[in-house]
Structures are given as structure tokens and as C-alpha cells.
């Protein structure tokens, strides 16, 4: 009977088991997956794709207005009046002589001239049926399609280099959420440390007053020490877990979706020398390659005003067919070319290159500024990396002199000669040089990715496990 209870219990878990939905069993994510991940969900990038494919399109209507424009047409009509009933039947081939009135024309009466012949002042109402197909072709424009064109393919490019900028963010704000997930994971290791020597020092302190060896107050004092401790416990277990729902978010997922993380990643520096990074961000940052190509586009929005200022030709070849019932029974066809140019319209086209030209002056100024701002920024974010690298092995060799100084003190206390507060103080500065290393590794880390950002050199290979 147990075991066919044990039996129909595994059949229940496993069947509870099965009817769990997929989000409740956590999924392993290491800093790769994480990227793809925020990658594939964030709306952001999204909204940078349909920049792209509208930029497309204007590059697709840019290059189709330099085509032939084809149009047809069809369509019906029934008049009575007096010219456009004559323009139908002549365009029919169908007007005769009685359609200017032959039948009342009488030589013999004096003032046959002044007779008004009602078929062709009062014509019968007219059906006309026709069809067209007219071909049109821009000849010469001034530079207006190419301006077009230039503005499209640049515009292209900048929604191109915003799509890449958009990815790097992304991904520095992934490694900035999950590297921060197991840094407060290190600072609750630090504080775990903390709370094991707070309980050590209070059973040693315990000890020495049932010895008689220190005072009630000593005991005391342990005791709120660790109570501190086990406080600041509590506060590390929080930091991780809004440090692991900021990395939900970016990720785009439910706050309550259980996930557990590869292992930390730590970043490398980029090769070459700080001169070559210069030079390396001016010409890969994706934002400052955005901006150079607005600046790109907004040239070409001159060429397009300008193109007012000369004339325009263009080319056209038209078929058309008329015919009093539903068929296609005369047929005609027109050629011809045209020229047309503004010789004066008050200094509007004047005043719209102008426009144009402080639109783009203004965007080649800030270009200007937006490239001094990214060195500067290449240069901070350099220094700051290689600092916080230099602070990784000063931190690593402070841990150690603090944990030496701790056992010494710890022993001086045992043994009677020092006092609990420079016990404590010590364990304070080991905690301290603890959480300062936790803080420097980070640091490395988010510097780093800052420096490969500024560069245009940031995406998921950059980071490696520790």
C-alpha cells in the first residue's frame, strides 16, 4: 500500500509538474544569451528598425523619380456642350460636314454668314468612351532627383549607424544589470564573511566573560554587533534582489520570472594605443557617424531648394483612343517635350536655400562639438579604466594586510592585551577592503565597456567569464 501511495504521489508531482507553465522552471542565462535576449525583446530597437525600413523606402522613391512616370486611364462621358461635343467627335474621327452646319449653309440668301447652325451650336448629346496611356520622363531637374537621392542614401546610413548605436547601448546596459546582480552578490558574500566573524567574536567574548576575563559590557557590545551585522545581511540580500530585477527589466521580462546567471564576465581593453583610439572613435561610433550623415542628408536638402533656380525639362509621349461606344475605335498619340523655369517668384526659393543652409550649418556645428565631446569621453573613460585596474591589485593587497591585521588583533583580545573596540575596528576595516576590491572589479568592468562604447567597439564577445 506505500508503495502504490509513493507511486500515485511521483504520478501527481510529475502531472503538477507538467501543467506548470514553462516561465515557472528557471532558465540559466549566461552574459551572451542575456544580450540576445534583451536584443530580441527591446522596443527600442524595434522603433530603430522601422527608421531603417522607412529609410529604405525613400531610397526606393528616390531612385523610382528618375523613371518614367506611367499612367492609364479609362473613362466615359455623355455632353451636350457645344465644344467639347465637337472636341469628342473630332477625337472619334467621326465630324462630318453637317456638324458645321452644311444643311442650312444657302448661297442664295445675303445673310447666309450670319446663320447660326444648330448642329453646331446646339449638338446632339455625345457618348465618348476613352482610354489613355501617357509615358513622362524628367529630362533635366537641376539637381533636384539627385539631391533626392543623396538625402535618401544618407539618411539610410544614419538610421544604419543609429540601429548600431542603439544595439551597443543595449548590450552596455545588459552588462551593467548583470554584472551588477553579481556584484551585490559579492558585497552579500562580503557581508556573509562579516556576519561568520560578528559570531565568532561574540562566542570568543562569551567565553573570556564566563572566564572572567572581560567585561559584561564587552558581551554586550558583541551582541549588538552582530545584530548590526545581521542587518547589514539583510540589506546585501536586498541590493541583489533589486539589483536582479533591474536585470529583468532590461531584459524584458516578467519581474517574477525565475532565472539563474552564467558566470561573471569581465571586459578587455581594446587593442591599440590612446592616439589610435582617438582616431578609431571619430571613425566608428556609430552616434558620430549618425550625425555626420544627417549632416549628409541636410546638404542634399540644399541641393534640392537650389535646384529652383534652374530650369526644368522633361519628356512626355502620350496614346490615347475615343470612341462613341464601349471599344477602343480612334486612335491618336502625342509627343512632345517642355521646358519650364522660374524666372521670379519674390525670393521664395532664395529664402528656402538659405533655410536649408543654416539647417545643415547648424548640424556641421554640432558635429563639431558631439567629435570634441567623444574624445573627451574616449579619454575619461580610459583613465577611469585603467585606475580602476590599478585599484584591483591595491584593494587585493589591502584585503590581505586587513585580514592579517585582523587574526593578530583577534589574538592580542584572546589573550587579554587588546580591547574588543580595536577587535571590532579591525573587523570593520577587513570588511571595508572587502567590499572596496567587490567595488574595483566592477568598476573594471563598466569602465571598460564605456571606453568600447565611445569606440564603437562594444557587443557580447567583449566580455568574457571570469
Given at each position: 500500500?506505500?508503495?502504490f501511495?509513493?507511486?500515485?504521489?511521483?504520478?501527481?508531482?510529475?502531472?503538477?509538474?507538467?501543467?506548470?507553465?514553462?516561465?515557472?522552471?528557471a532558465?540559466t542565462?549566461?552574459?551572451?544569451?542575456?544580450?540576445?535576449?534583451a536584443?530580441?525583446?527591446?522596443?527600442?530597437?524595434?522603433?530603430?528598425?522601422?527608421?531603417?525600413?522607412?529609410?529604405?523606402?525613400?531610397?526606393?522613391?528616390?531612385?523610382?523619380?528618375?523613371?518614367?512616370?506611367l499612367?492609364a486611364?479609362l473613362?466615359?462621358?455623355?455632353?451636350?456642350?457645344?465644344?467639347?461635343a465637337?472636341?469628342?467627335?473630332?477625337?472619334?474621327?467621326?465630324?462630318?460636314?453637317?456638324?458645321?452646319?452644311?444643311?442650312?449653309?444657302?448661297?442664295?440668301?445675303?445673310?447666309?454668314?450670319?446663320?447660326?447652325p444648330?448642329?453646331?451650336?446646339?449638338?446632339?448629346?455625345?457618348?465618348?468612351?476613352?482610354?489613355?496611356?501617357?509615358?513622362?520622363?524628367?529630362l533635366?531637374?537641376?539637381?533636384?532627383?539627385?539631391?533626392?537621392?543623396?538625402?535618401?542614401?544618407?539618411?539610410?546610413?544614419?538610421?544604419?549607424?543609429?540601429?548600431?548605436?542603439?544595439?551597443?547601448?543595449?548590450?552596455?546596459?545588459?552588462?551593467?544589470?548583470?554584472?551588477?546582480?553579481?556584484?551585490?552578490?559579492?558585497?552579500?558574500?562580503?557581508?556573509?564573511?562579516a556576519l561568520?566573524?560578528?559570531?565568532?567574536?561574540?562566542?570568543?567574548?562569551?567565553?573570556?566573560?564566563?572566564?572572567?576575563?572581560?567585561?559584561?559590557s564587552?558581551?554586550?557590545?558583541?551582541r549588538?554587533?552582530?545584530?548590526?551585522?545581521?542587518?547589514?545581511?539583510?540589506?546585501?540580500?536586498?541590493?541583489?534582489?533589486?539589483?536582479?530585477?533591474?536585470l529583468?527589466?532590461?531584459?524584458?521580462?516578467?519581474?517574477?520570472?525565475?532565472i539563474?546567471?552564467g558566470?561573471?564576465?569581465?571586459?578587455s581593453m581594446?587593442?591599440?594605443?590612446?592616439?589610435?583610439?582617438?582616431?578609431?572613435?571619430?571613425?566608428?561610433?556609430?552616434?558620430?557617424?549618425?550625425?555626420a550623415?544627417?549632416?549628409?542628408?541636410?546638404?542634399?536638402?540644399?541641393?534640392?531648394?537650389?535646384?529652383?533656380?534652374?530650369?526644368?525639362?522633361?519628356?512626355?509621349?502620350?496614346?490615347?483612343?475615343?470612341d462613341p461606344?464601349?471599344?477602343?475605335?480612334?486612335?491618336?498619340?502625342?509627343?512632345?517635350?517642355?521646358?519650364?523655369?522660374?524666372?521670379?517668384?519674390?525670393?521664395v526659393?532664395?529664402?528656402?536655400?538659405?533655410?536649408?543652409?543654416?539647417?545643415?550649418?547648424?548640424?556641421?556645428?554640432?558635429?563639431?562639438?558631439a567629435?570634441?565631446?567623444?574624445?573627451?569621453?574616449?579619454?575619461?573613460?580610459?583613465?577611469?579604466a585603467r585606475?580602476?585596474?590599478?585599484?584591483?591589485?591595491?584593494?587585493?593587497?589591502?584585503?590581505?594586510?586587513?585580514e592579517?591585521?585582523?587574526?593578530?588583533?583577534a589574538?592580542?583580545?584572546?589573550?587579554?592585551?587588546?580591547?574588543l573596540?580595536?577587535?571590532?575596528?579591525?573587523?570593520?576595516?577587513?570588511?571595508?577592503?572587502?567590499?572596496?576590491?567587490?567595488?574595483?572589479?566592477?568598476?573594471?568592468?563598466l569602465?571598460?565597456?564605456?571606453l568600447?562604447?565611445?569606440?564603437?567597439?562594444?557587443?557580447?564577445?567583449?566580455?568574457?567569464?571570469?
Amino acid at each position: 500500500m506505500r508503495g502504490f501511495a509513493a507511486t500515485r504521489l511521483g504520478v501527481v508531482l510529475i502531472a503538477l509538474g507538467a501543467a506548470m507553465p514553462a516561465w515557472a522552471q528557471a532558465r540559466t542565462l549566461d552574459f551572451a544569451q542575456a544580450v540576445a535576449l534583451a536584443l530580441h525583446r527591446n522596443p527600442d530597437l524595434l522603433s530603430v528598425q522601422a527608421q531603417i525600413a522607412q529609410a529604405r523606402a525613400g531610397v526606393a522613391q528616390a531612385r523610382g523619380a528618375r523613371l518614367p512616370r506611367l499612367t492609364a486611364g479609362l473613362g466615359a462621358v455623355r455632353t451636350n456642350d457645344a465644344l467639347n461635343a465637337f472636341g469628342l467627335k473630332l477625337g472619334q474621327r467621326g465630324a462630318t460636314f453637317g456638324d458645321f452646319g452644311a444643311g442650312q449653309f444657302n448661297p442664295a440668301n445675303p445673310n447666309v454668314l450670319s446663320v447660326a447652325p444648330d448642329g453646331l451650336n446646339h449638338p446632339a448629346p455625345v457618348n465618348d468612351f476613352g482610354s489613355r496611356l501617357e509615358a513622362q520622363l524628367p529630362l533635366y531637374t537641376g539637381g533636384k532627383l539627385a539631391g533626392y537621392m543623396r538625402q535618401a542614401n544618407a539618411m539610410l546610413r544614419a538610421a544604419q549607424a543609429g540601429d548600431q548605436a542603439a544595439r551597443q547601448q543595449i548590450i552596455d546596459h545588459v552588462l551593467q544589470a548583470y554584472d551588477g546582480v553579481h556584484t551585490a552578490r559579492a558585497y552579500r558574500k562580503v557581508a556573509a564573511q562579516a556576519l561568520q566573524a560578528a559570531q565568532s567574536q561574540l562566542t570568543m567574548v562569551d567565553n573570556l566573560y564566563r572566564q572572567g576575563v572581560v567585561l559584561k559590557s564587552d558581551l554586550l557590545a558583541a551582541r549588538v554587533n552582530l545584530e548590526n551585522v545581521q542587518v547589514q545581511q539583510s540589506q546585501a540580500a536586498d541590493m541583489e534582489q533589486q539589483a536582479m530585477d533591474g536585470l529583468h527589466v532590461v531584459l524584458g521580462l516578467p519581474i517574477d520570472e525565475p532565472i539563474e546567471l552564467g558566470p561573471a564576465v569581465k571586459v578587455s581593453m581594446p587593442q591599440g594605443t590612446p592616439a589610435q583610439w582617438d582616431d578609431l572613435a571619430l571613425h566608428d561610433n556609430p552616434q558620430l557617424r549618425a550625425l555626420a550623415e544627417q549632416v549628409a542628408a541636410a546638404g542634399g536638402q540644399v541641393e534640392v531648394a537650389r535646384s529652383d533656380l534652374y530650369p526644368q525639362v522633361g519628356a512626355m509621349a502620350r496614346f490615347e483612343t475615343h470612341d462613341p461606344h464601349l471599344g477602343f475605335g480612334a486612335h491618336s498619340y502625342t509627343i512632345g517635350a517642355q521646358l519650364t523655369w522660374n524666372v521670379f517668384d519674390g525670393g521664395v526659393t532664395r529664402q528656402a536655400i538659405d533655410q536649408a543652409a543654416a539647417a545643415r550649418d547648424a548640424l556641421r556645428l554640432k558635429l563639431q562639438s558631439a567629435r570634441s565631446q567623444l574624445l573627451m569621453q574616449v579619454h575619461d573613460a580610459a583613465r577611469r579604466a585603467r585606475l580602476a585596474a590599478d585599484q584591483v591589485a591595491g584593494r587585493a593587497l589591502a584585503v590581505q594586510q586587513a585580514e592579517e591585521a585582523a587574526r593578530i588583533v583577534a589574538k592580542r583580545y584572546a589573550d587579554g592585551v587588546g580591547t574588543l573596540l580595536e577587535l571590532q575596528g579591525a573587523q570593520a576595516m577587513l570588511d571595508k577592503a572587502r567590499a572596496d576590491l567587490v567595488q574595483a572589479r566592477s568598476a573594471v568592468t563598466l569602465q571598460r565597456a564605456a571606453l568600447r562604447v565611445a569606440l564603437g567597439r562594444l557587443d557580447a564577445g567583449s566580455a568574457q567569464a571570469r
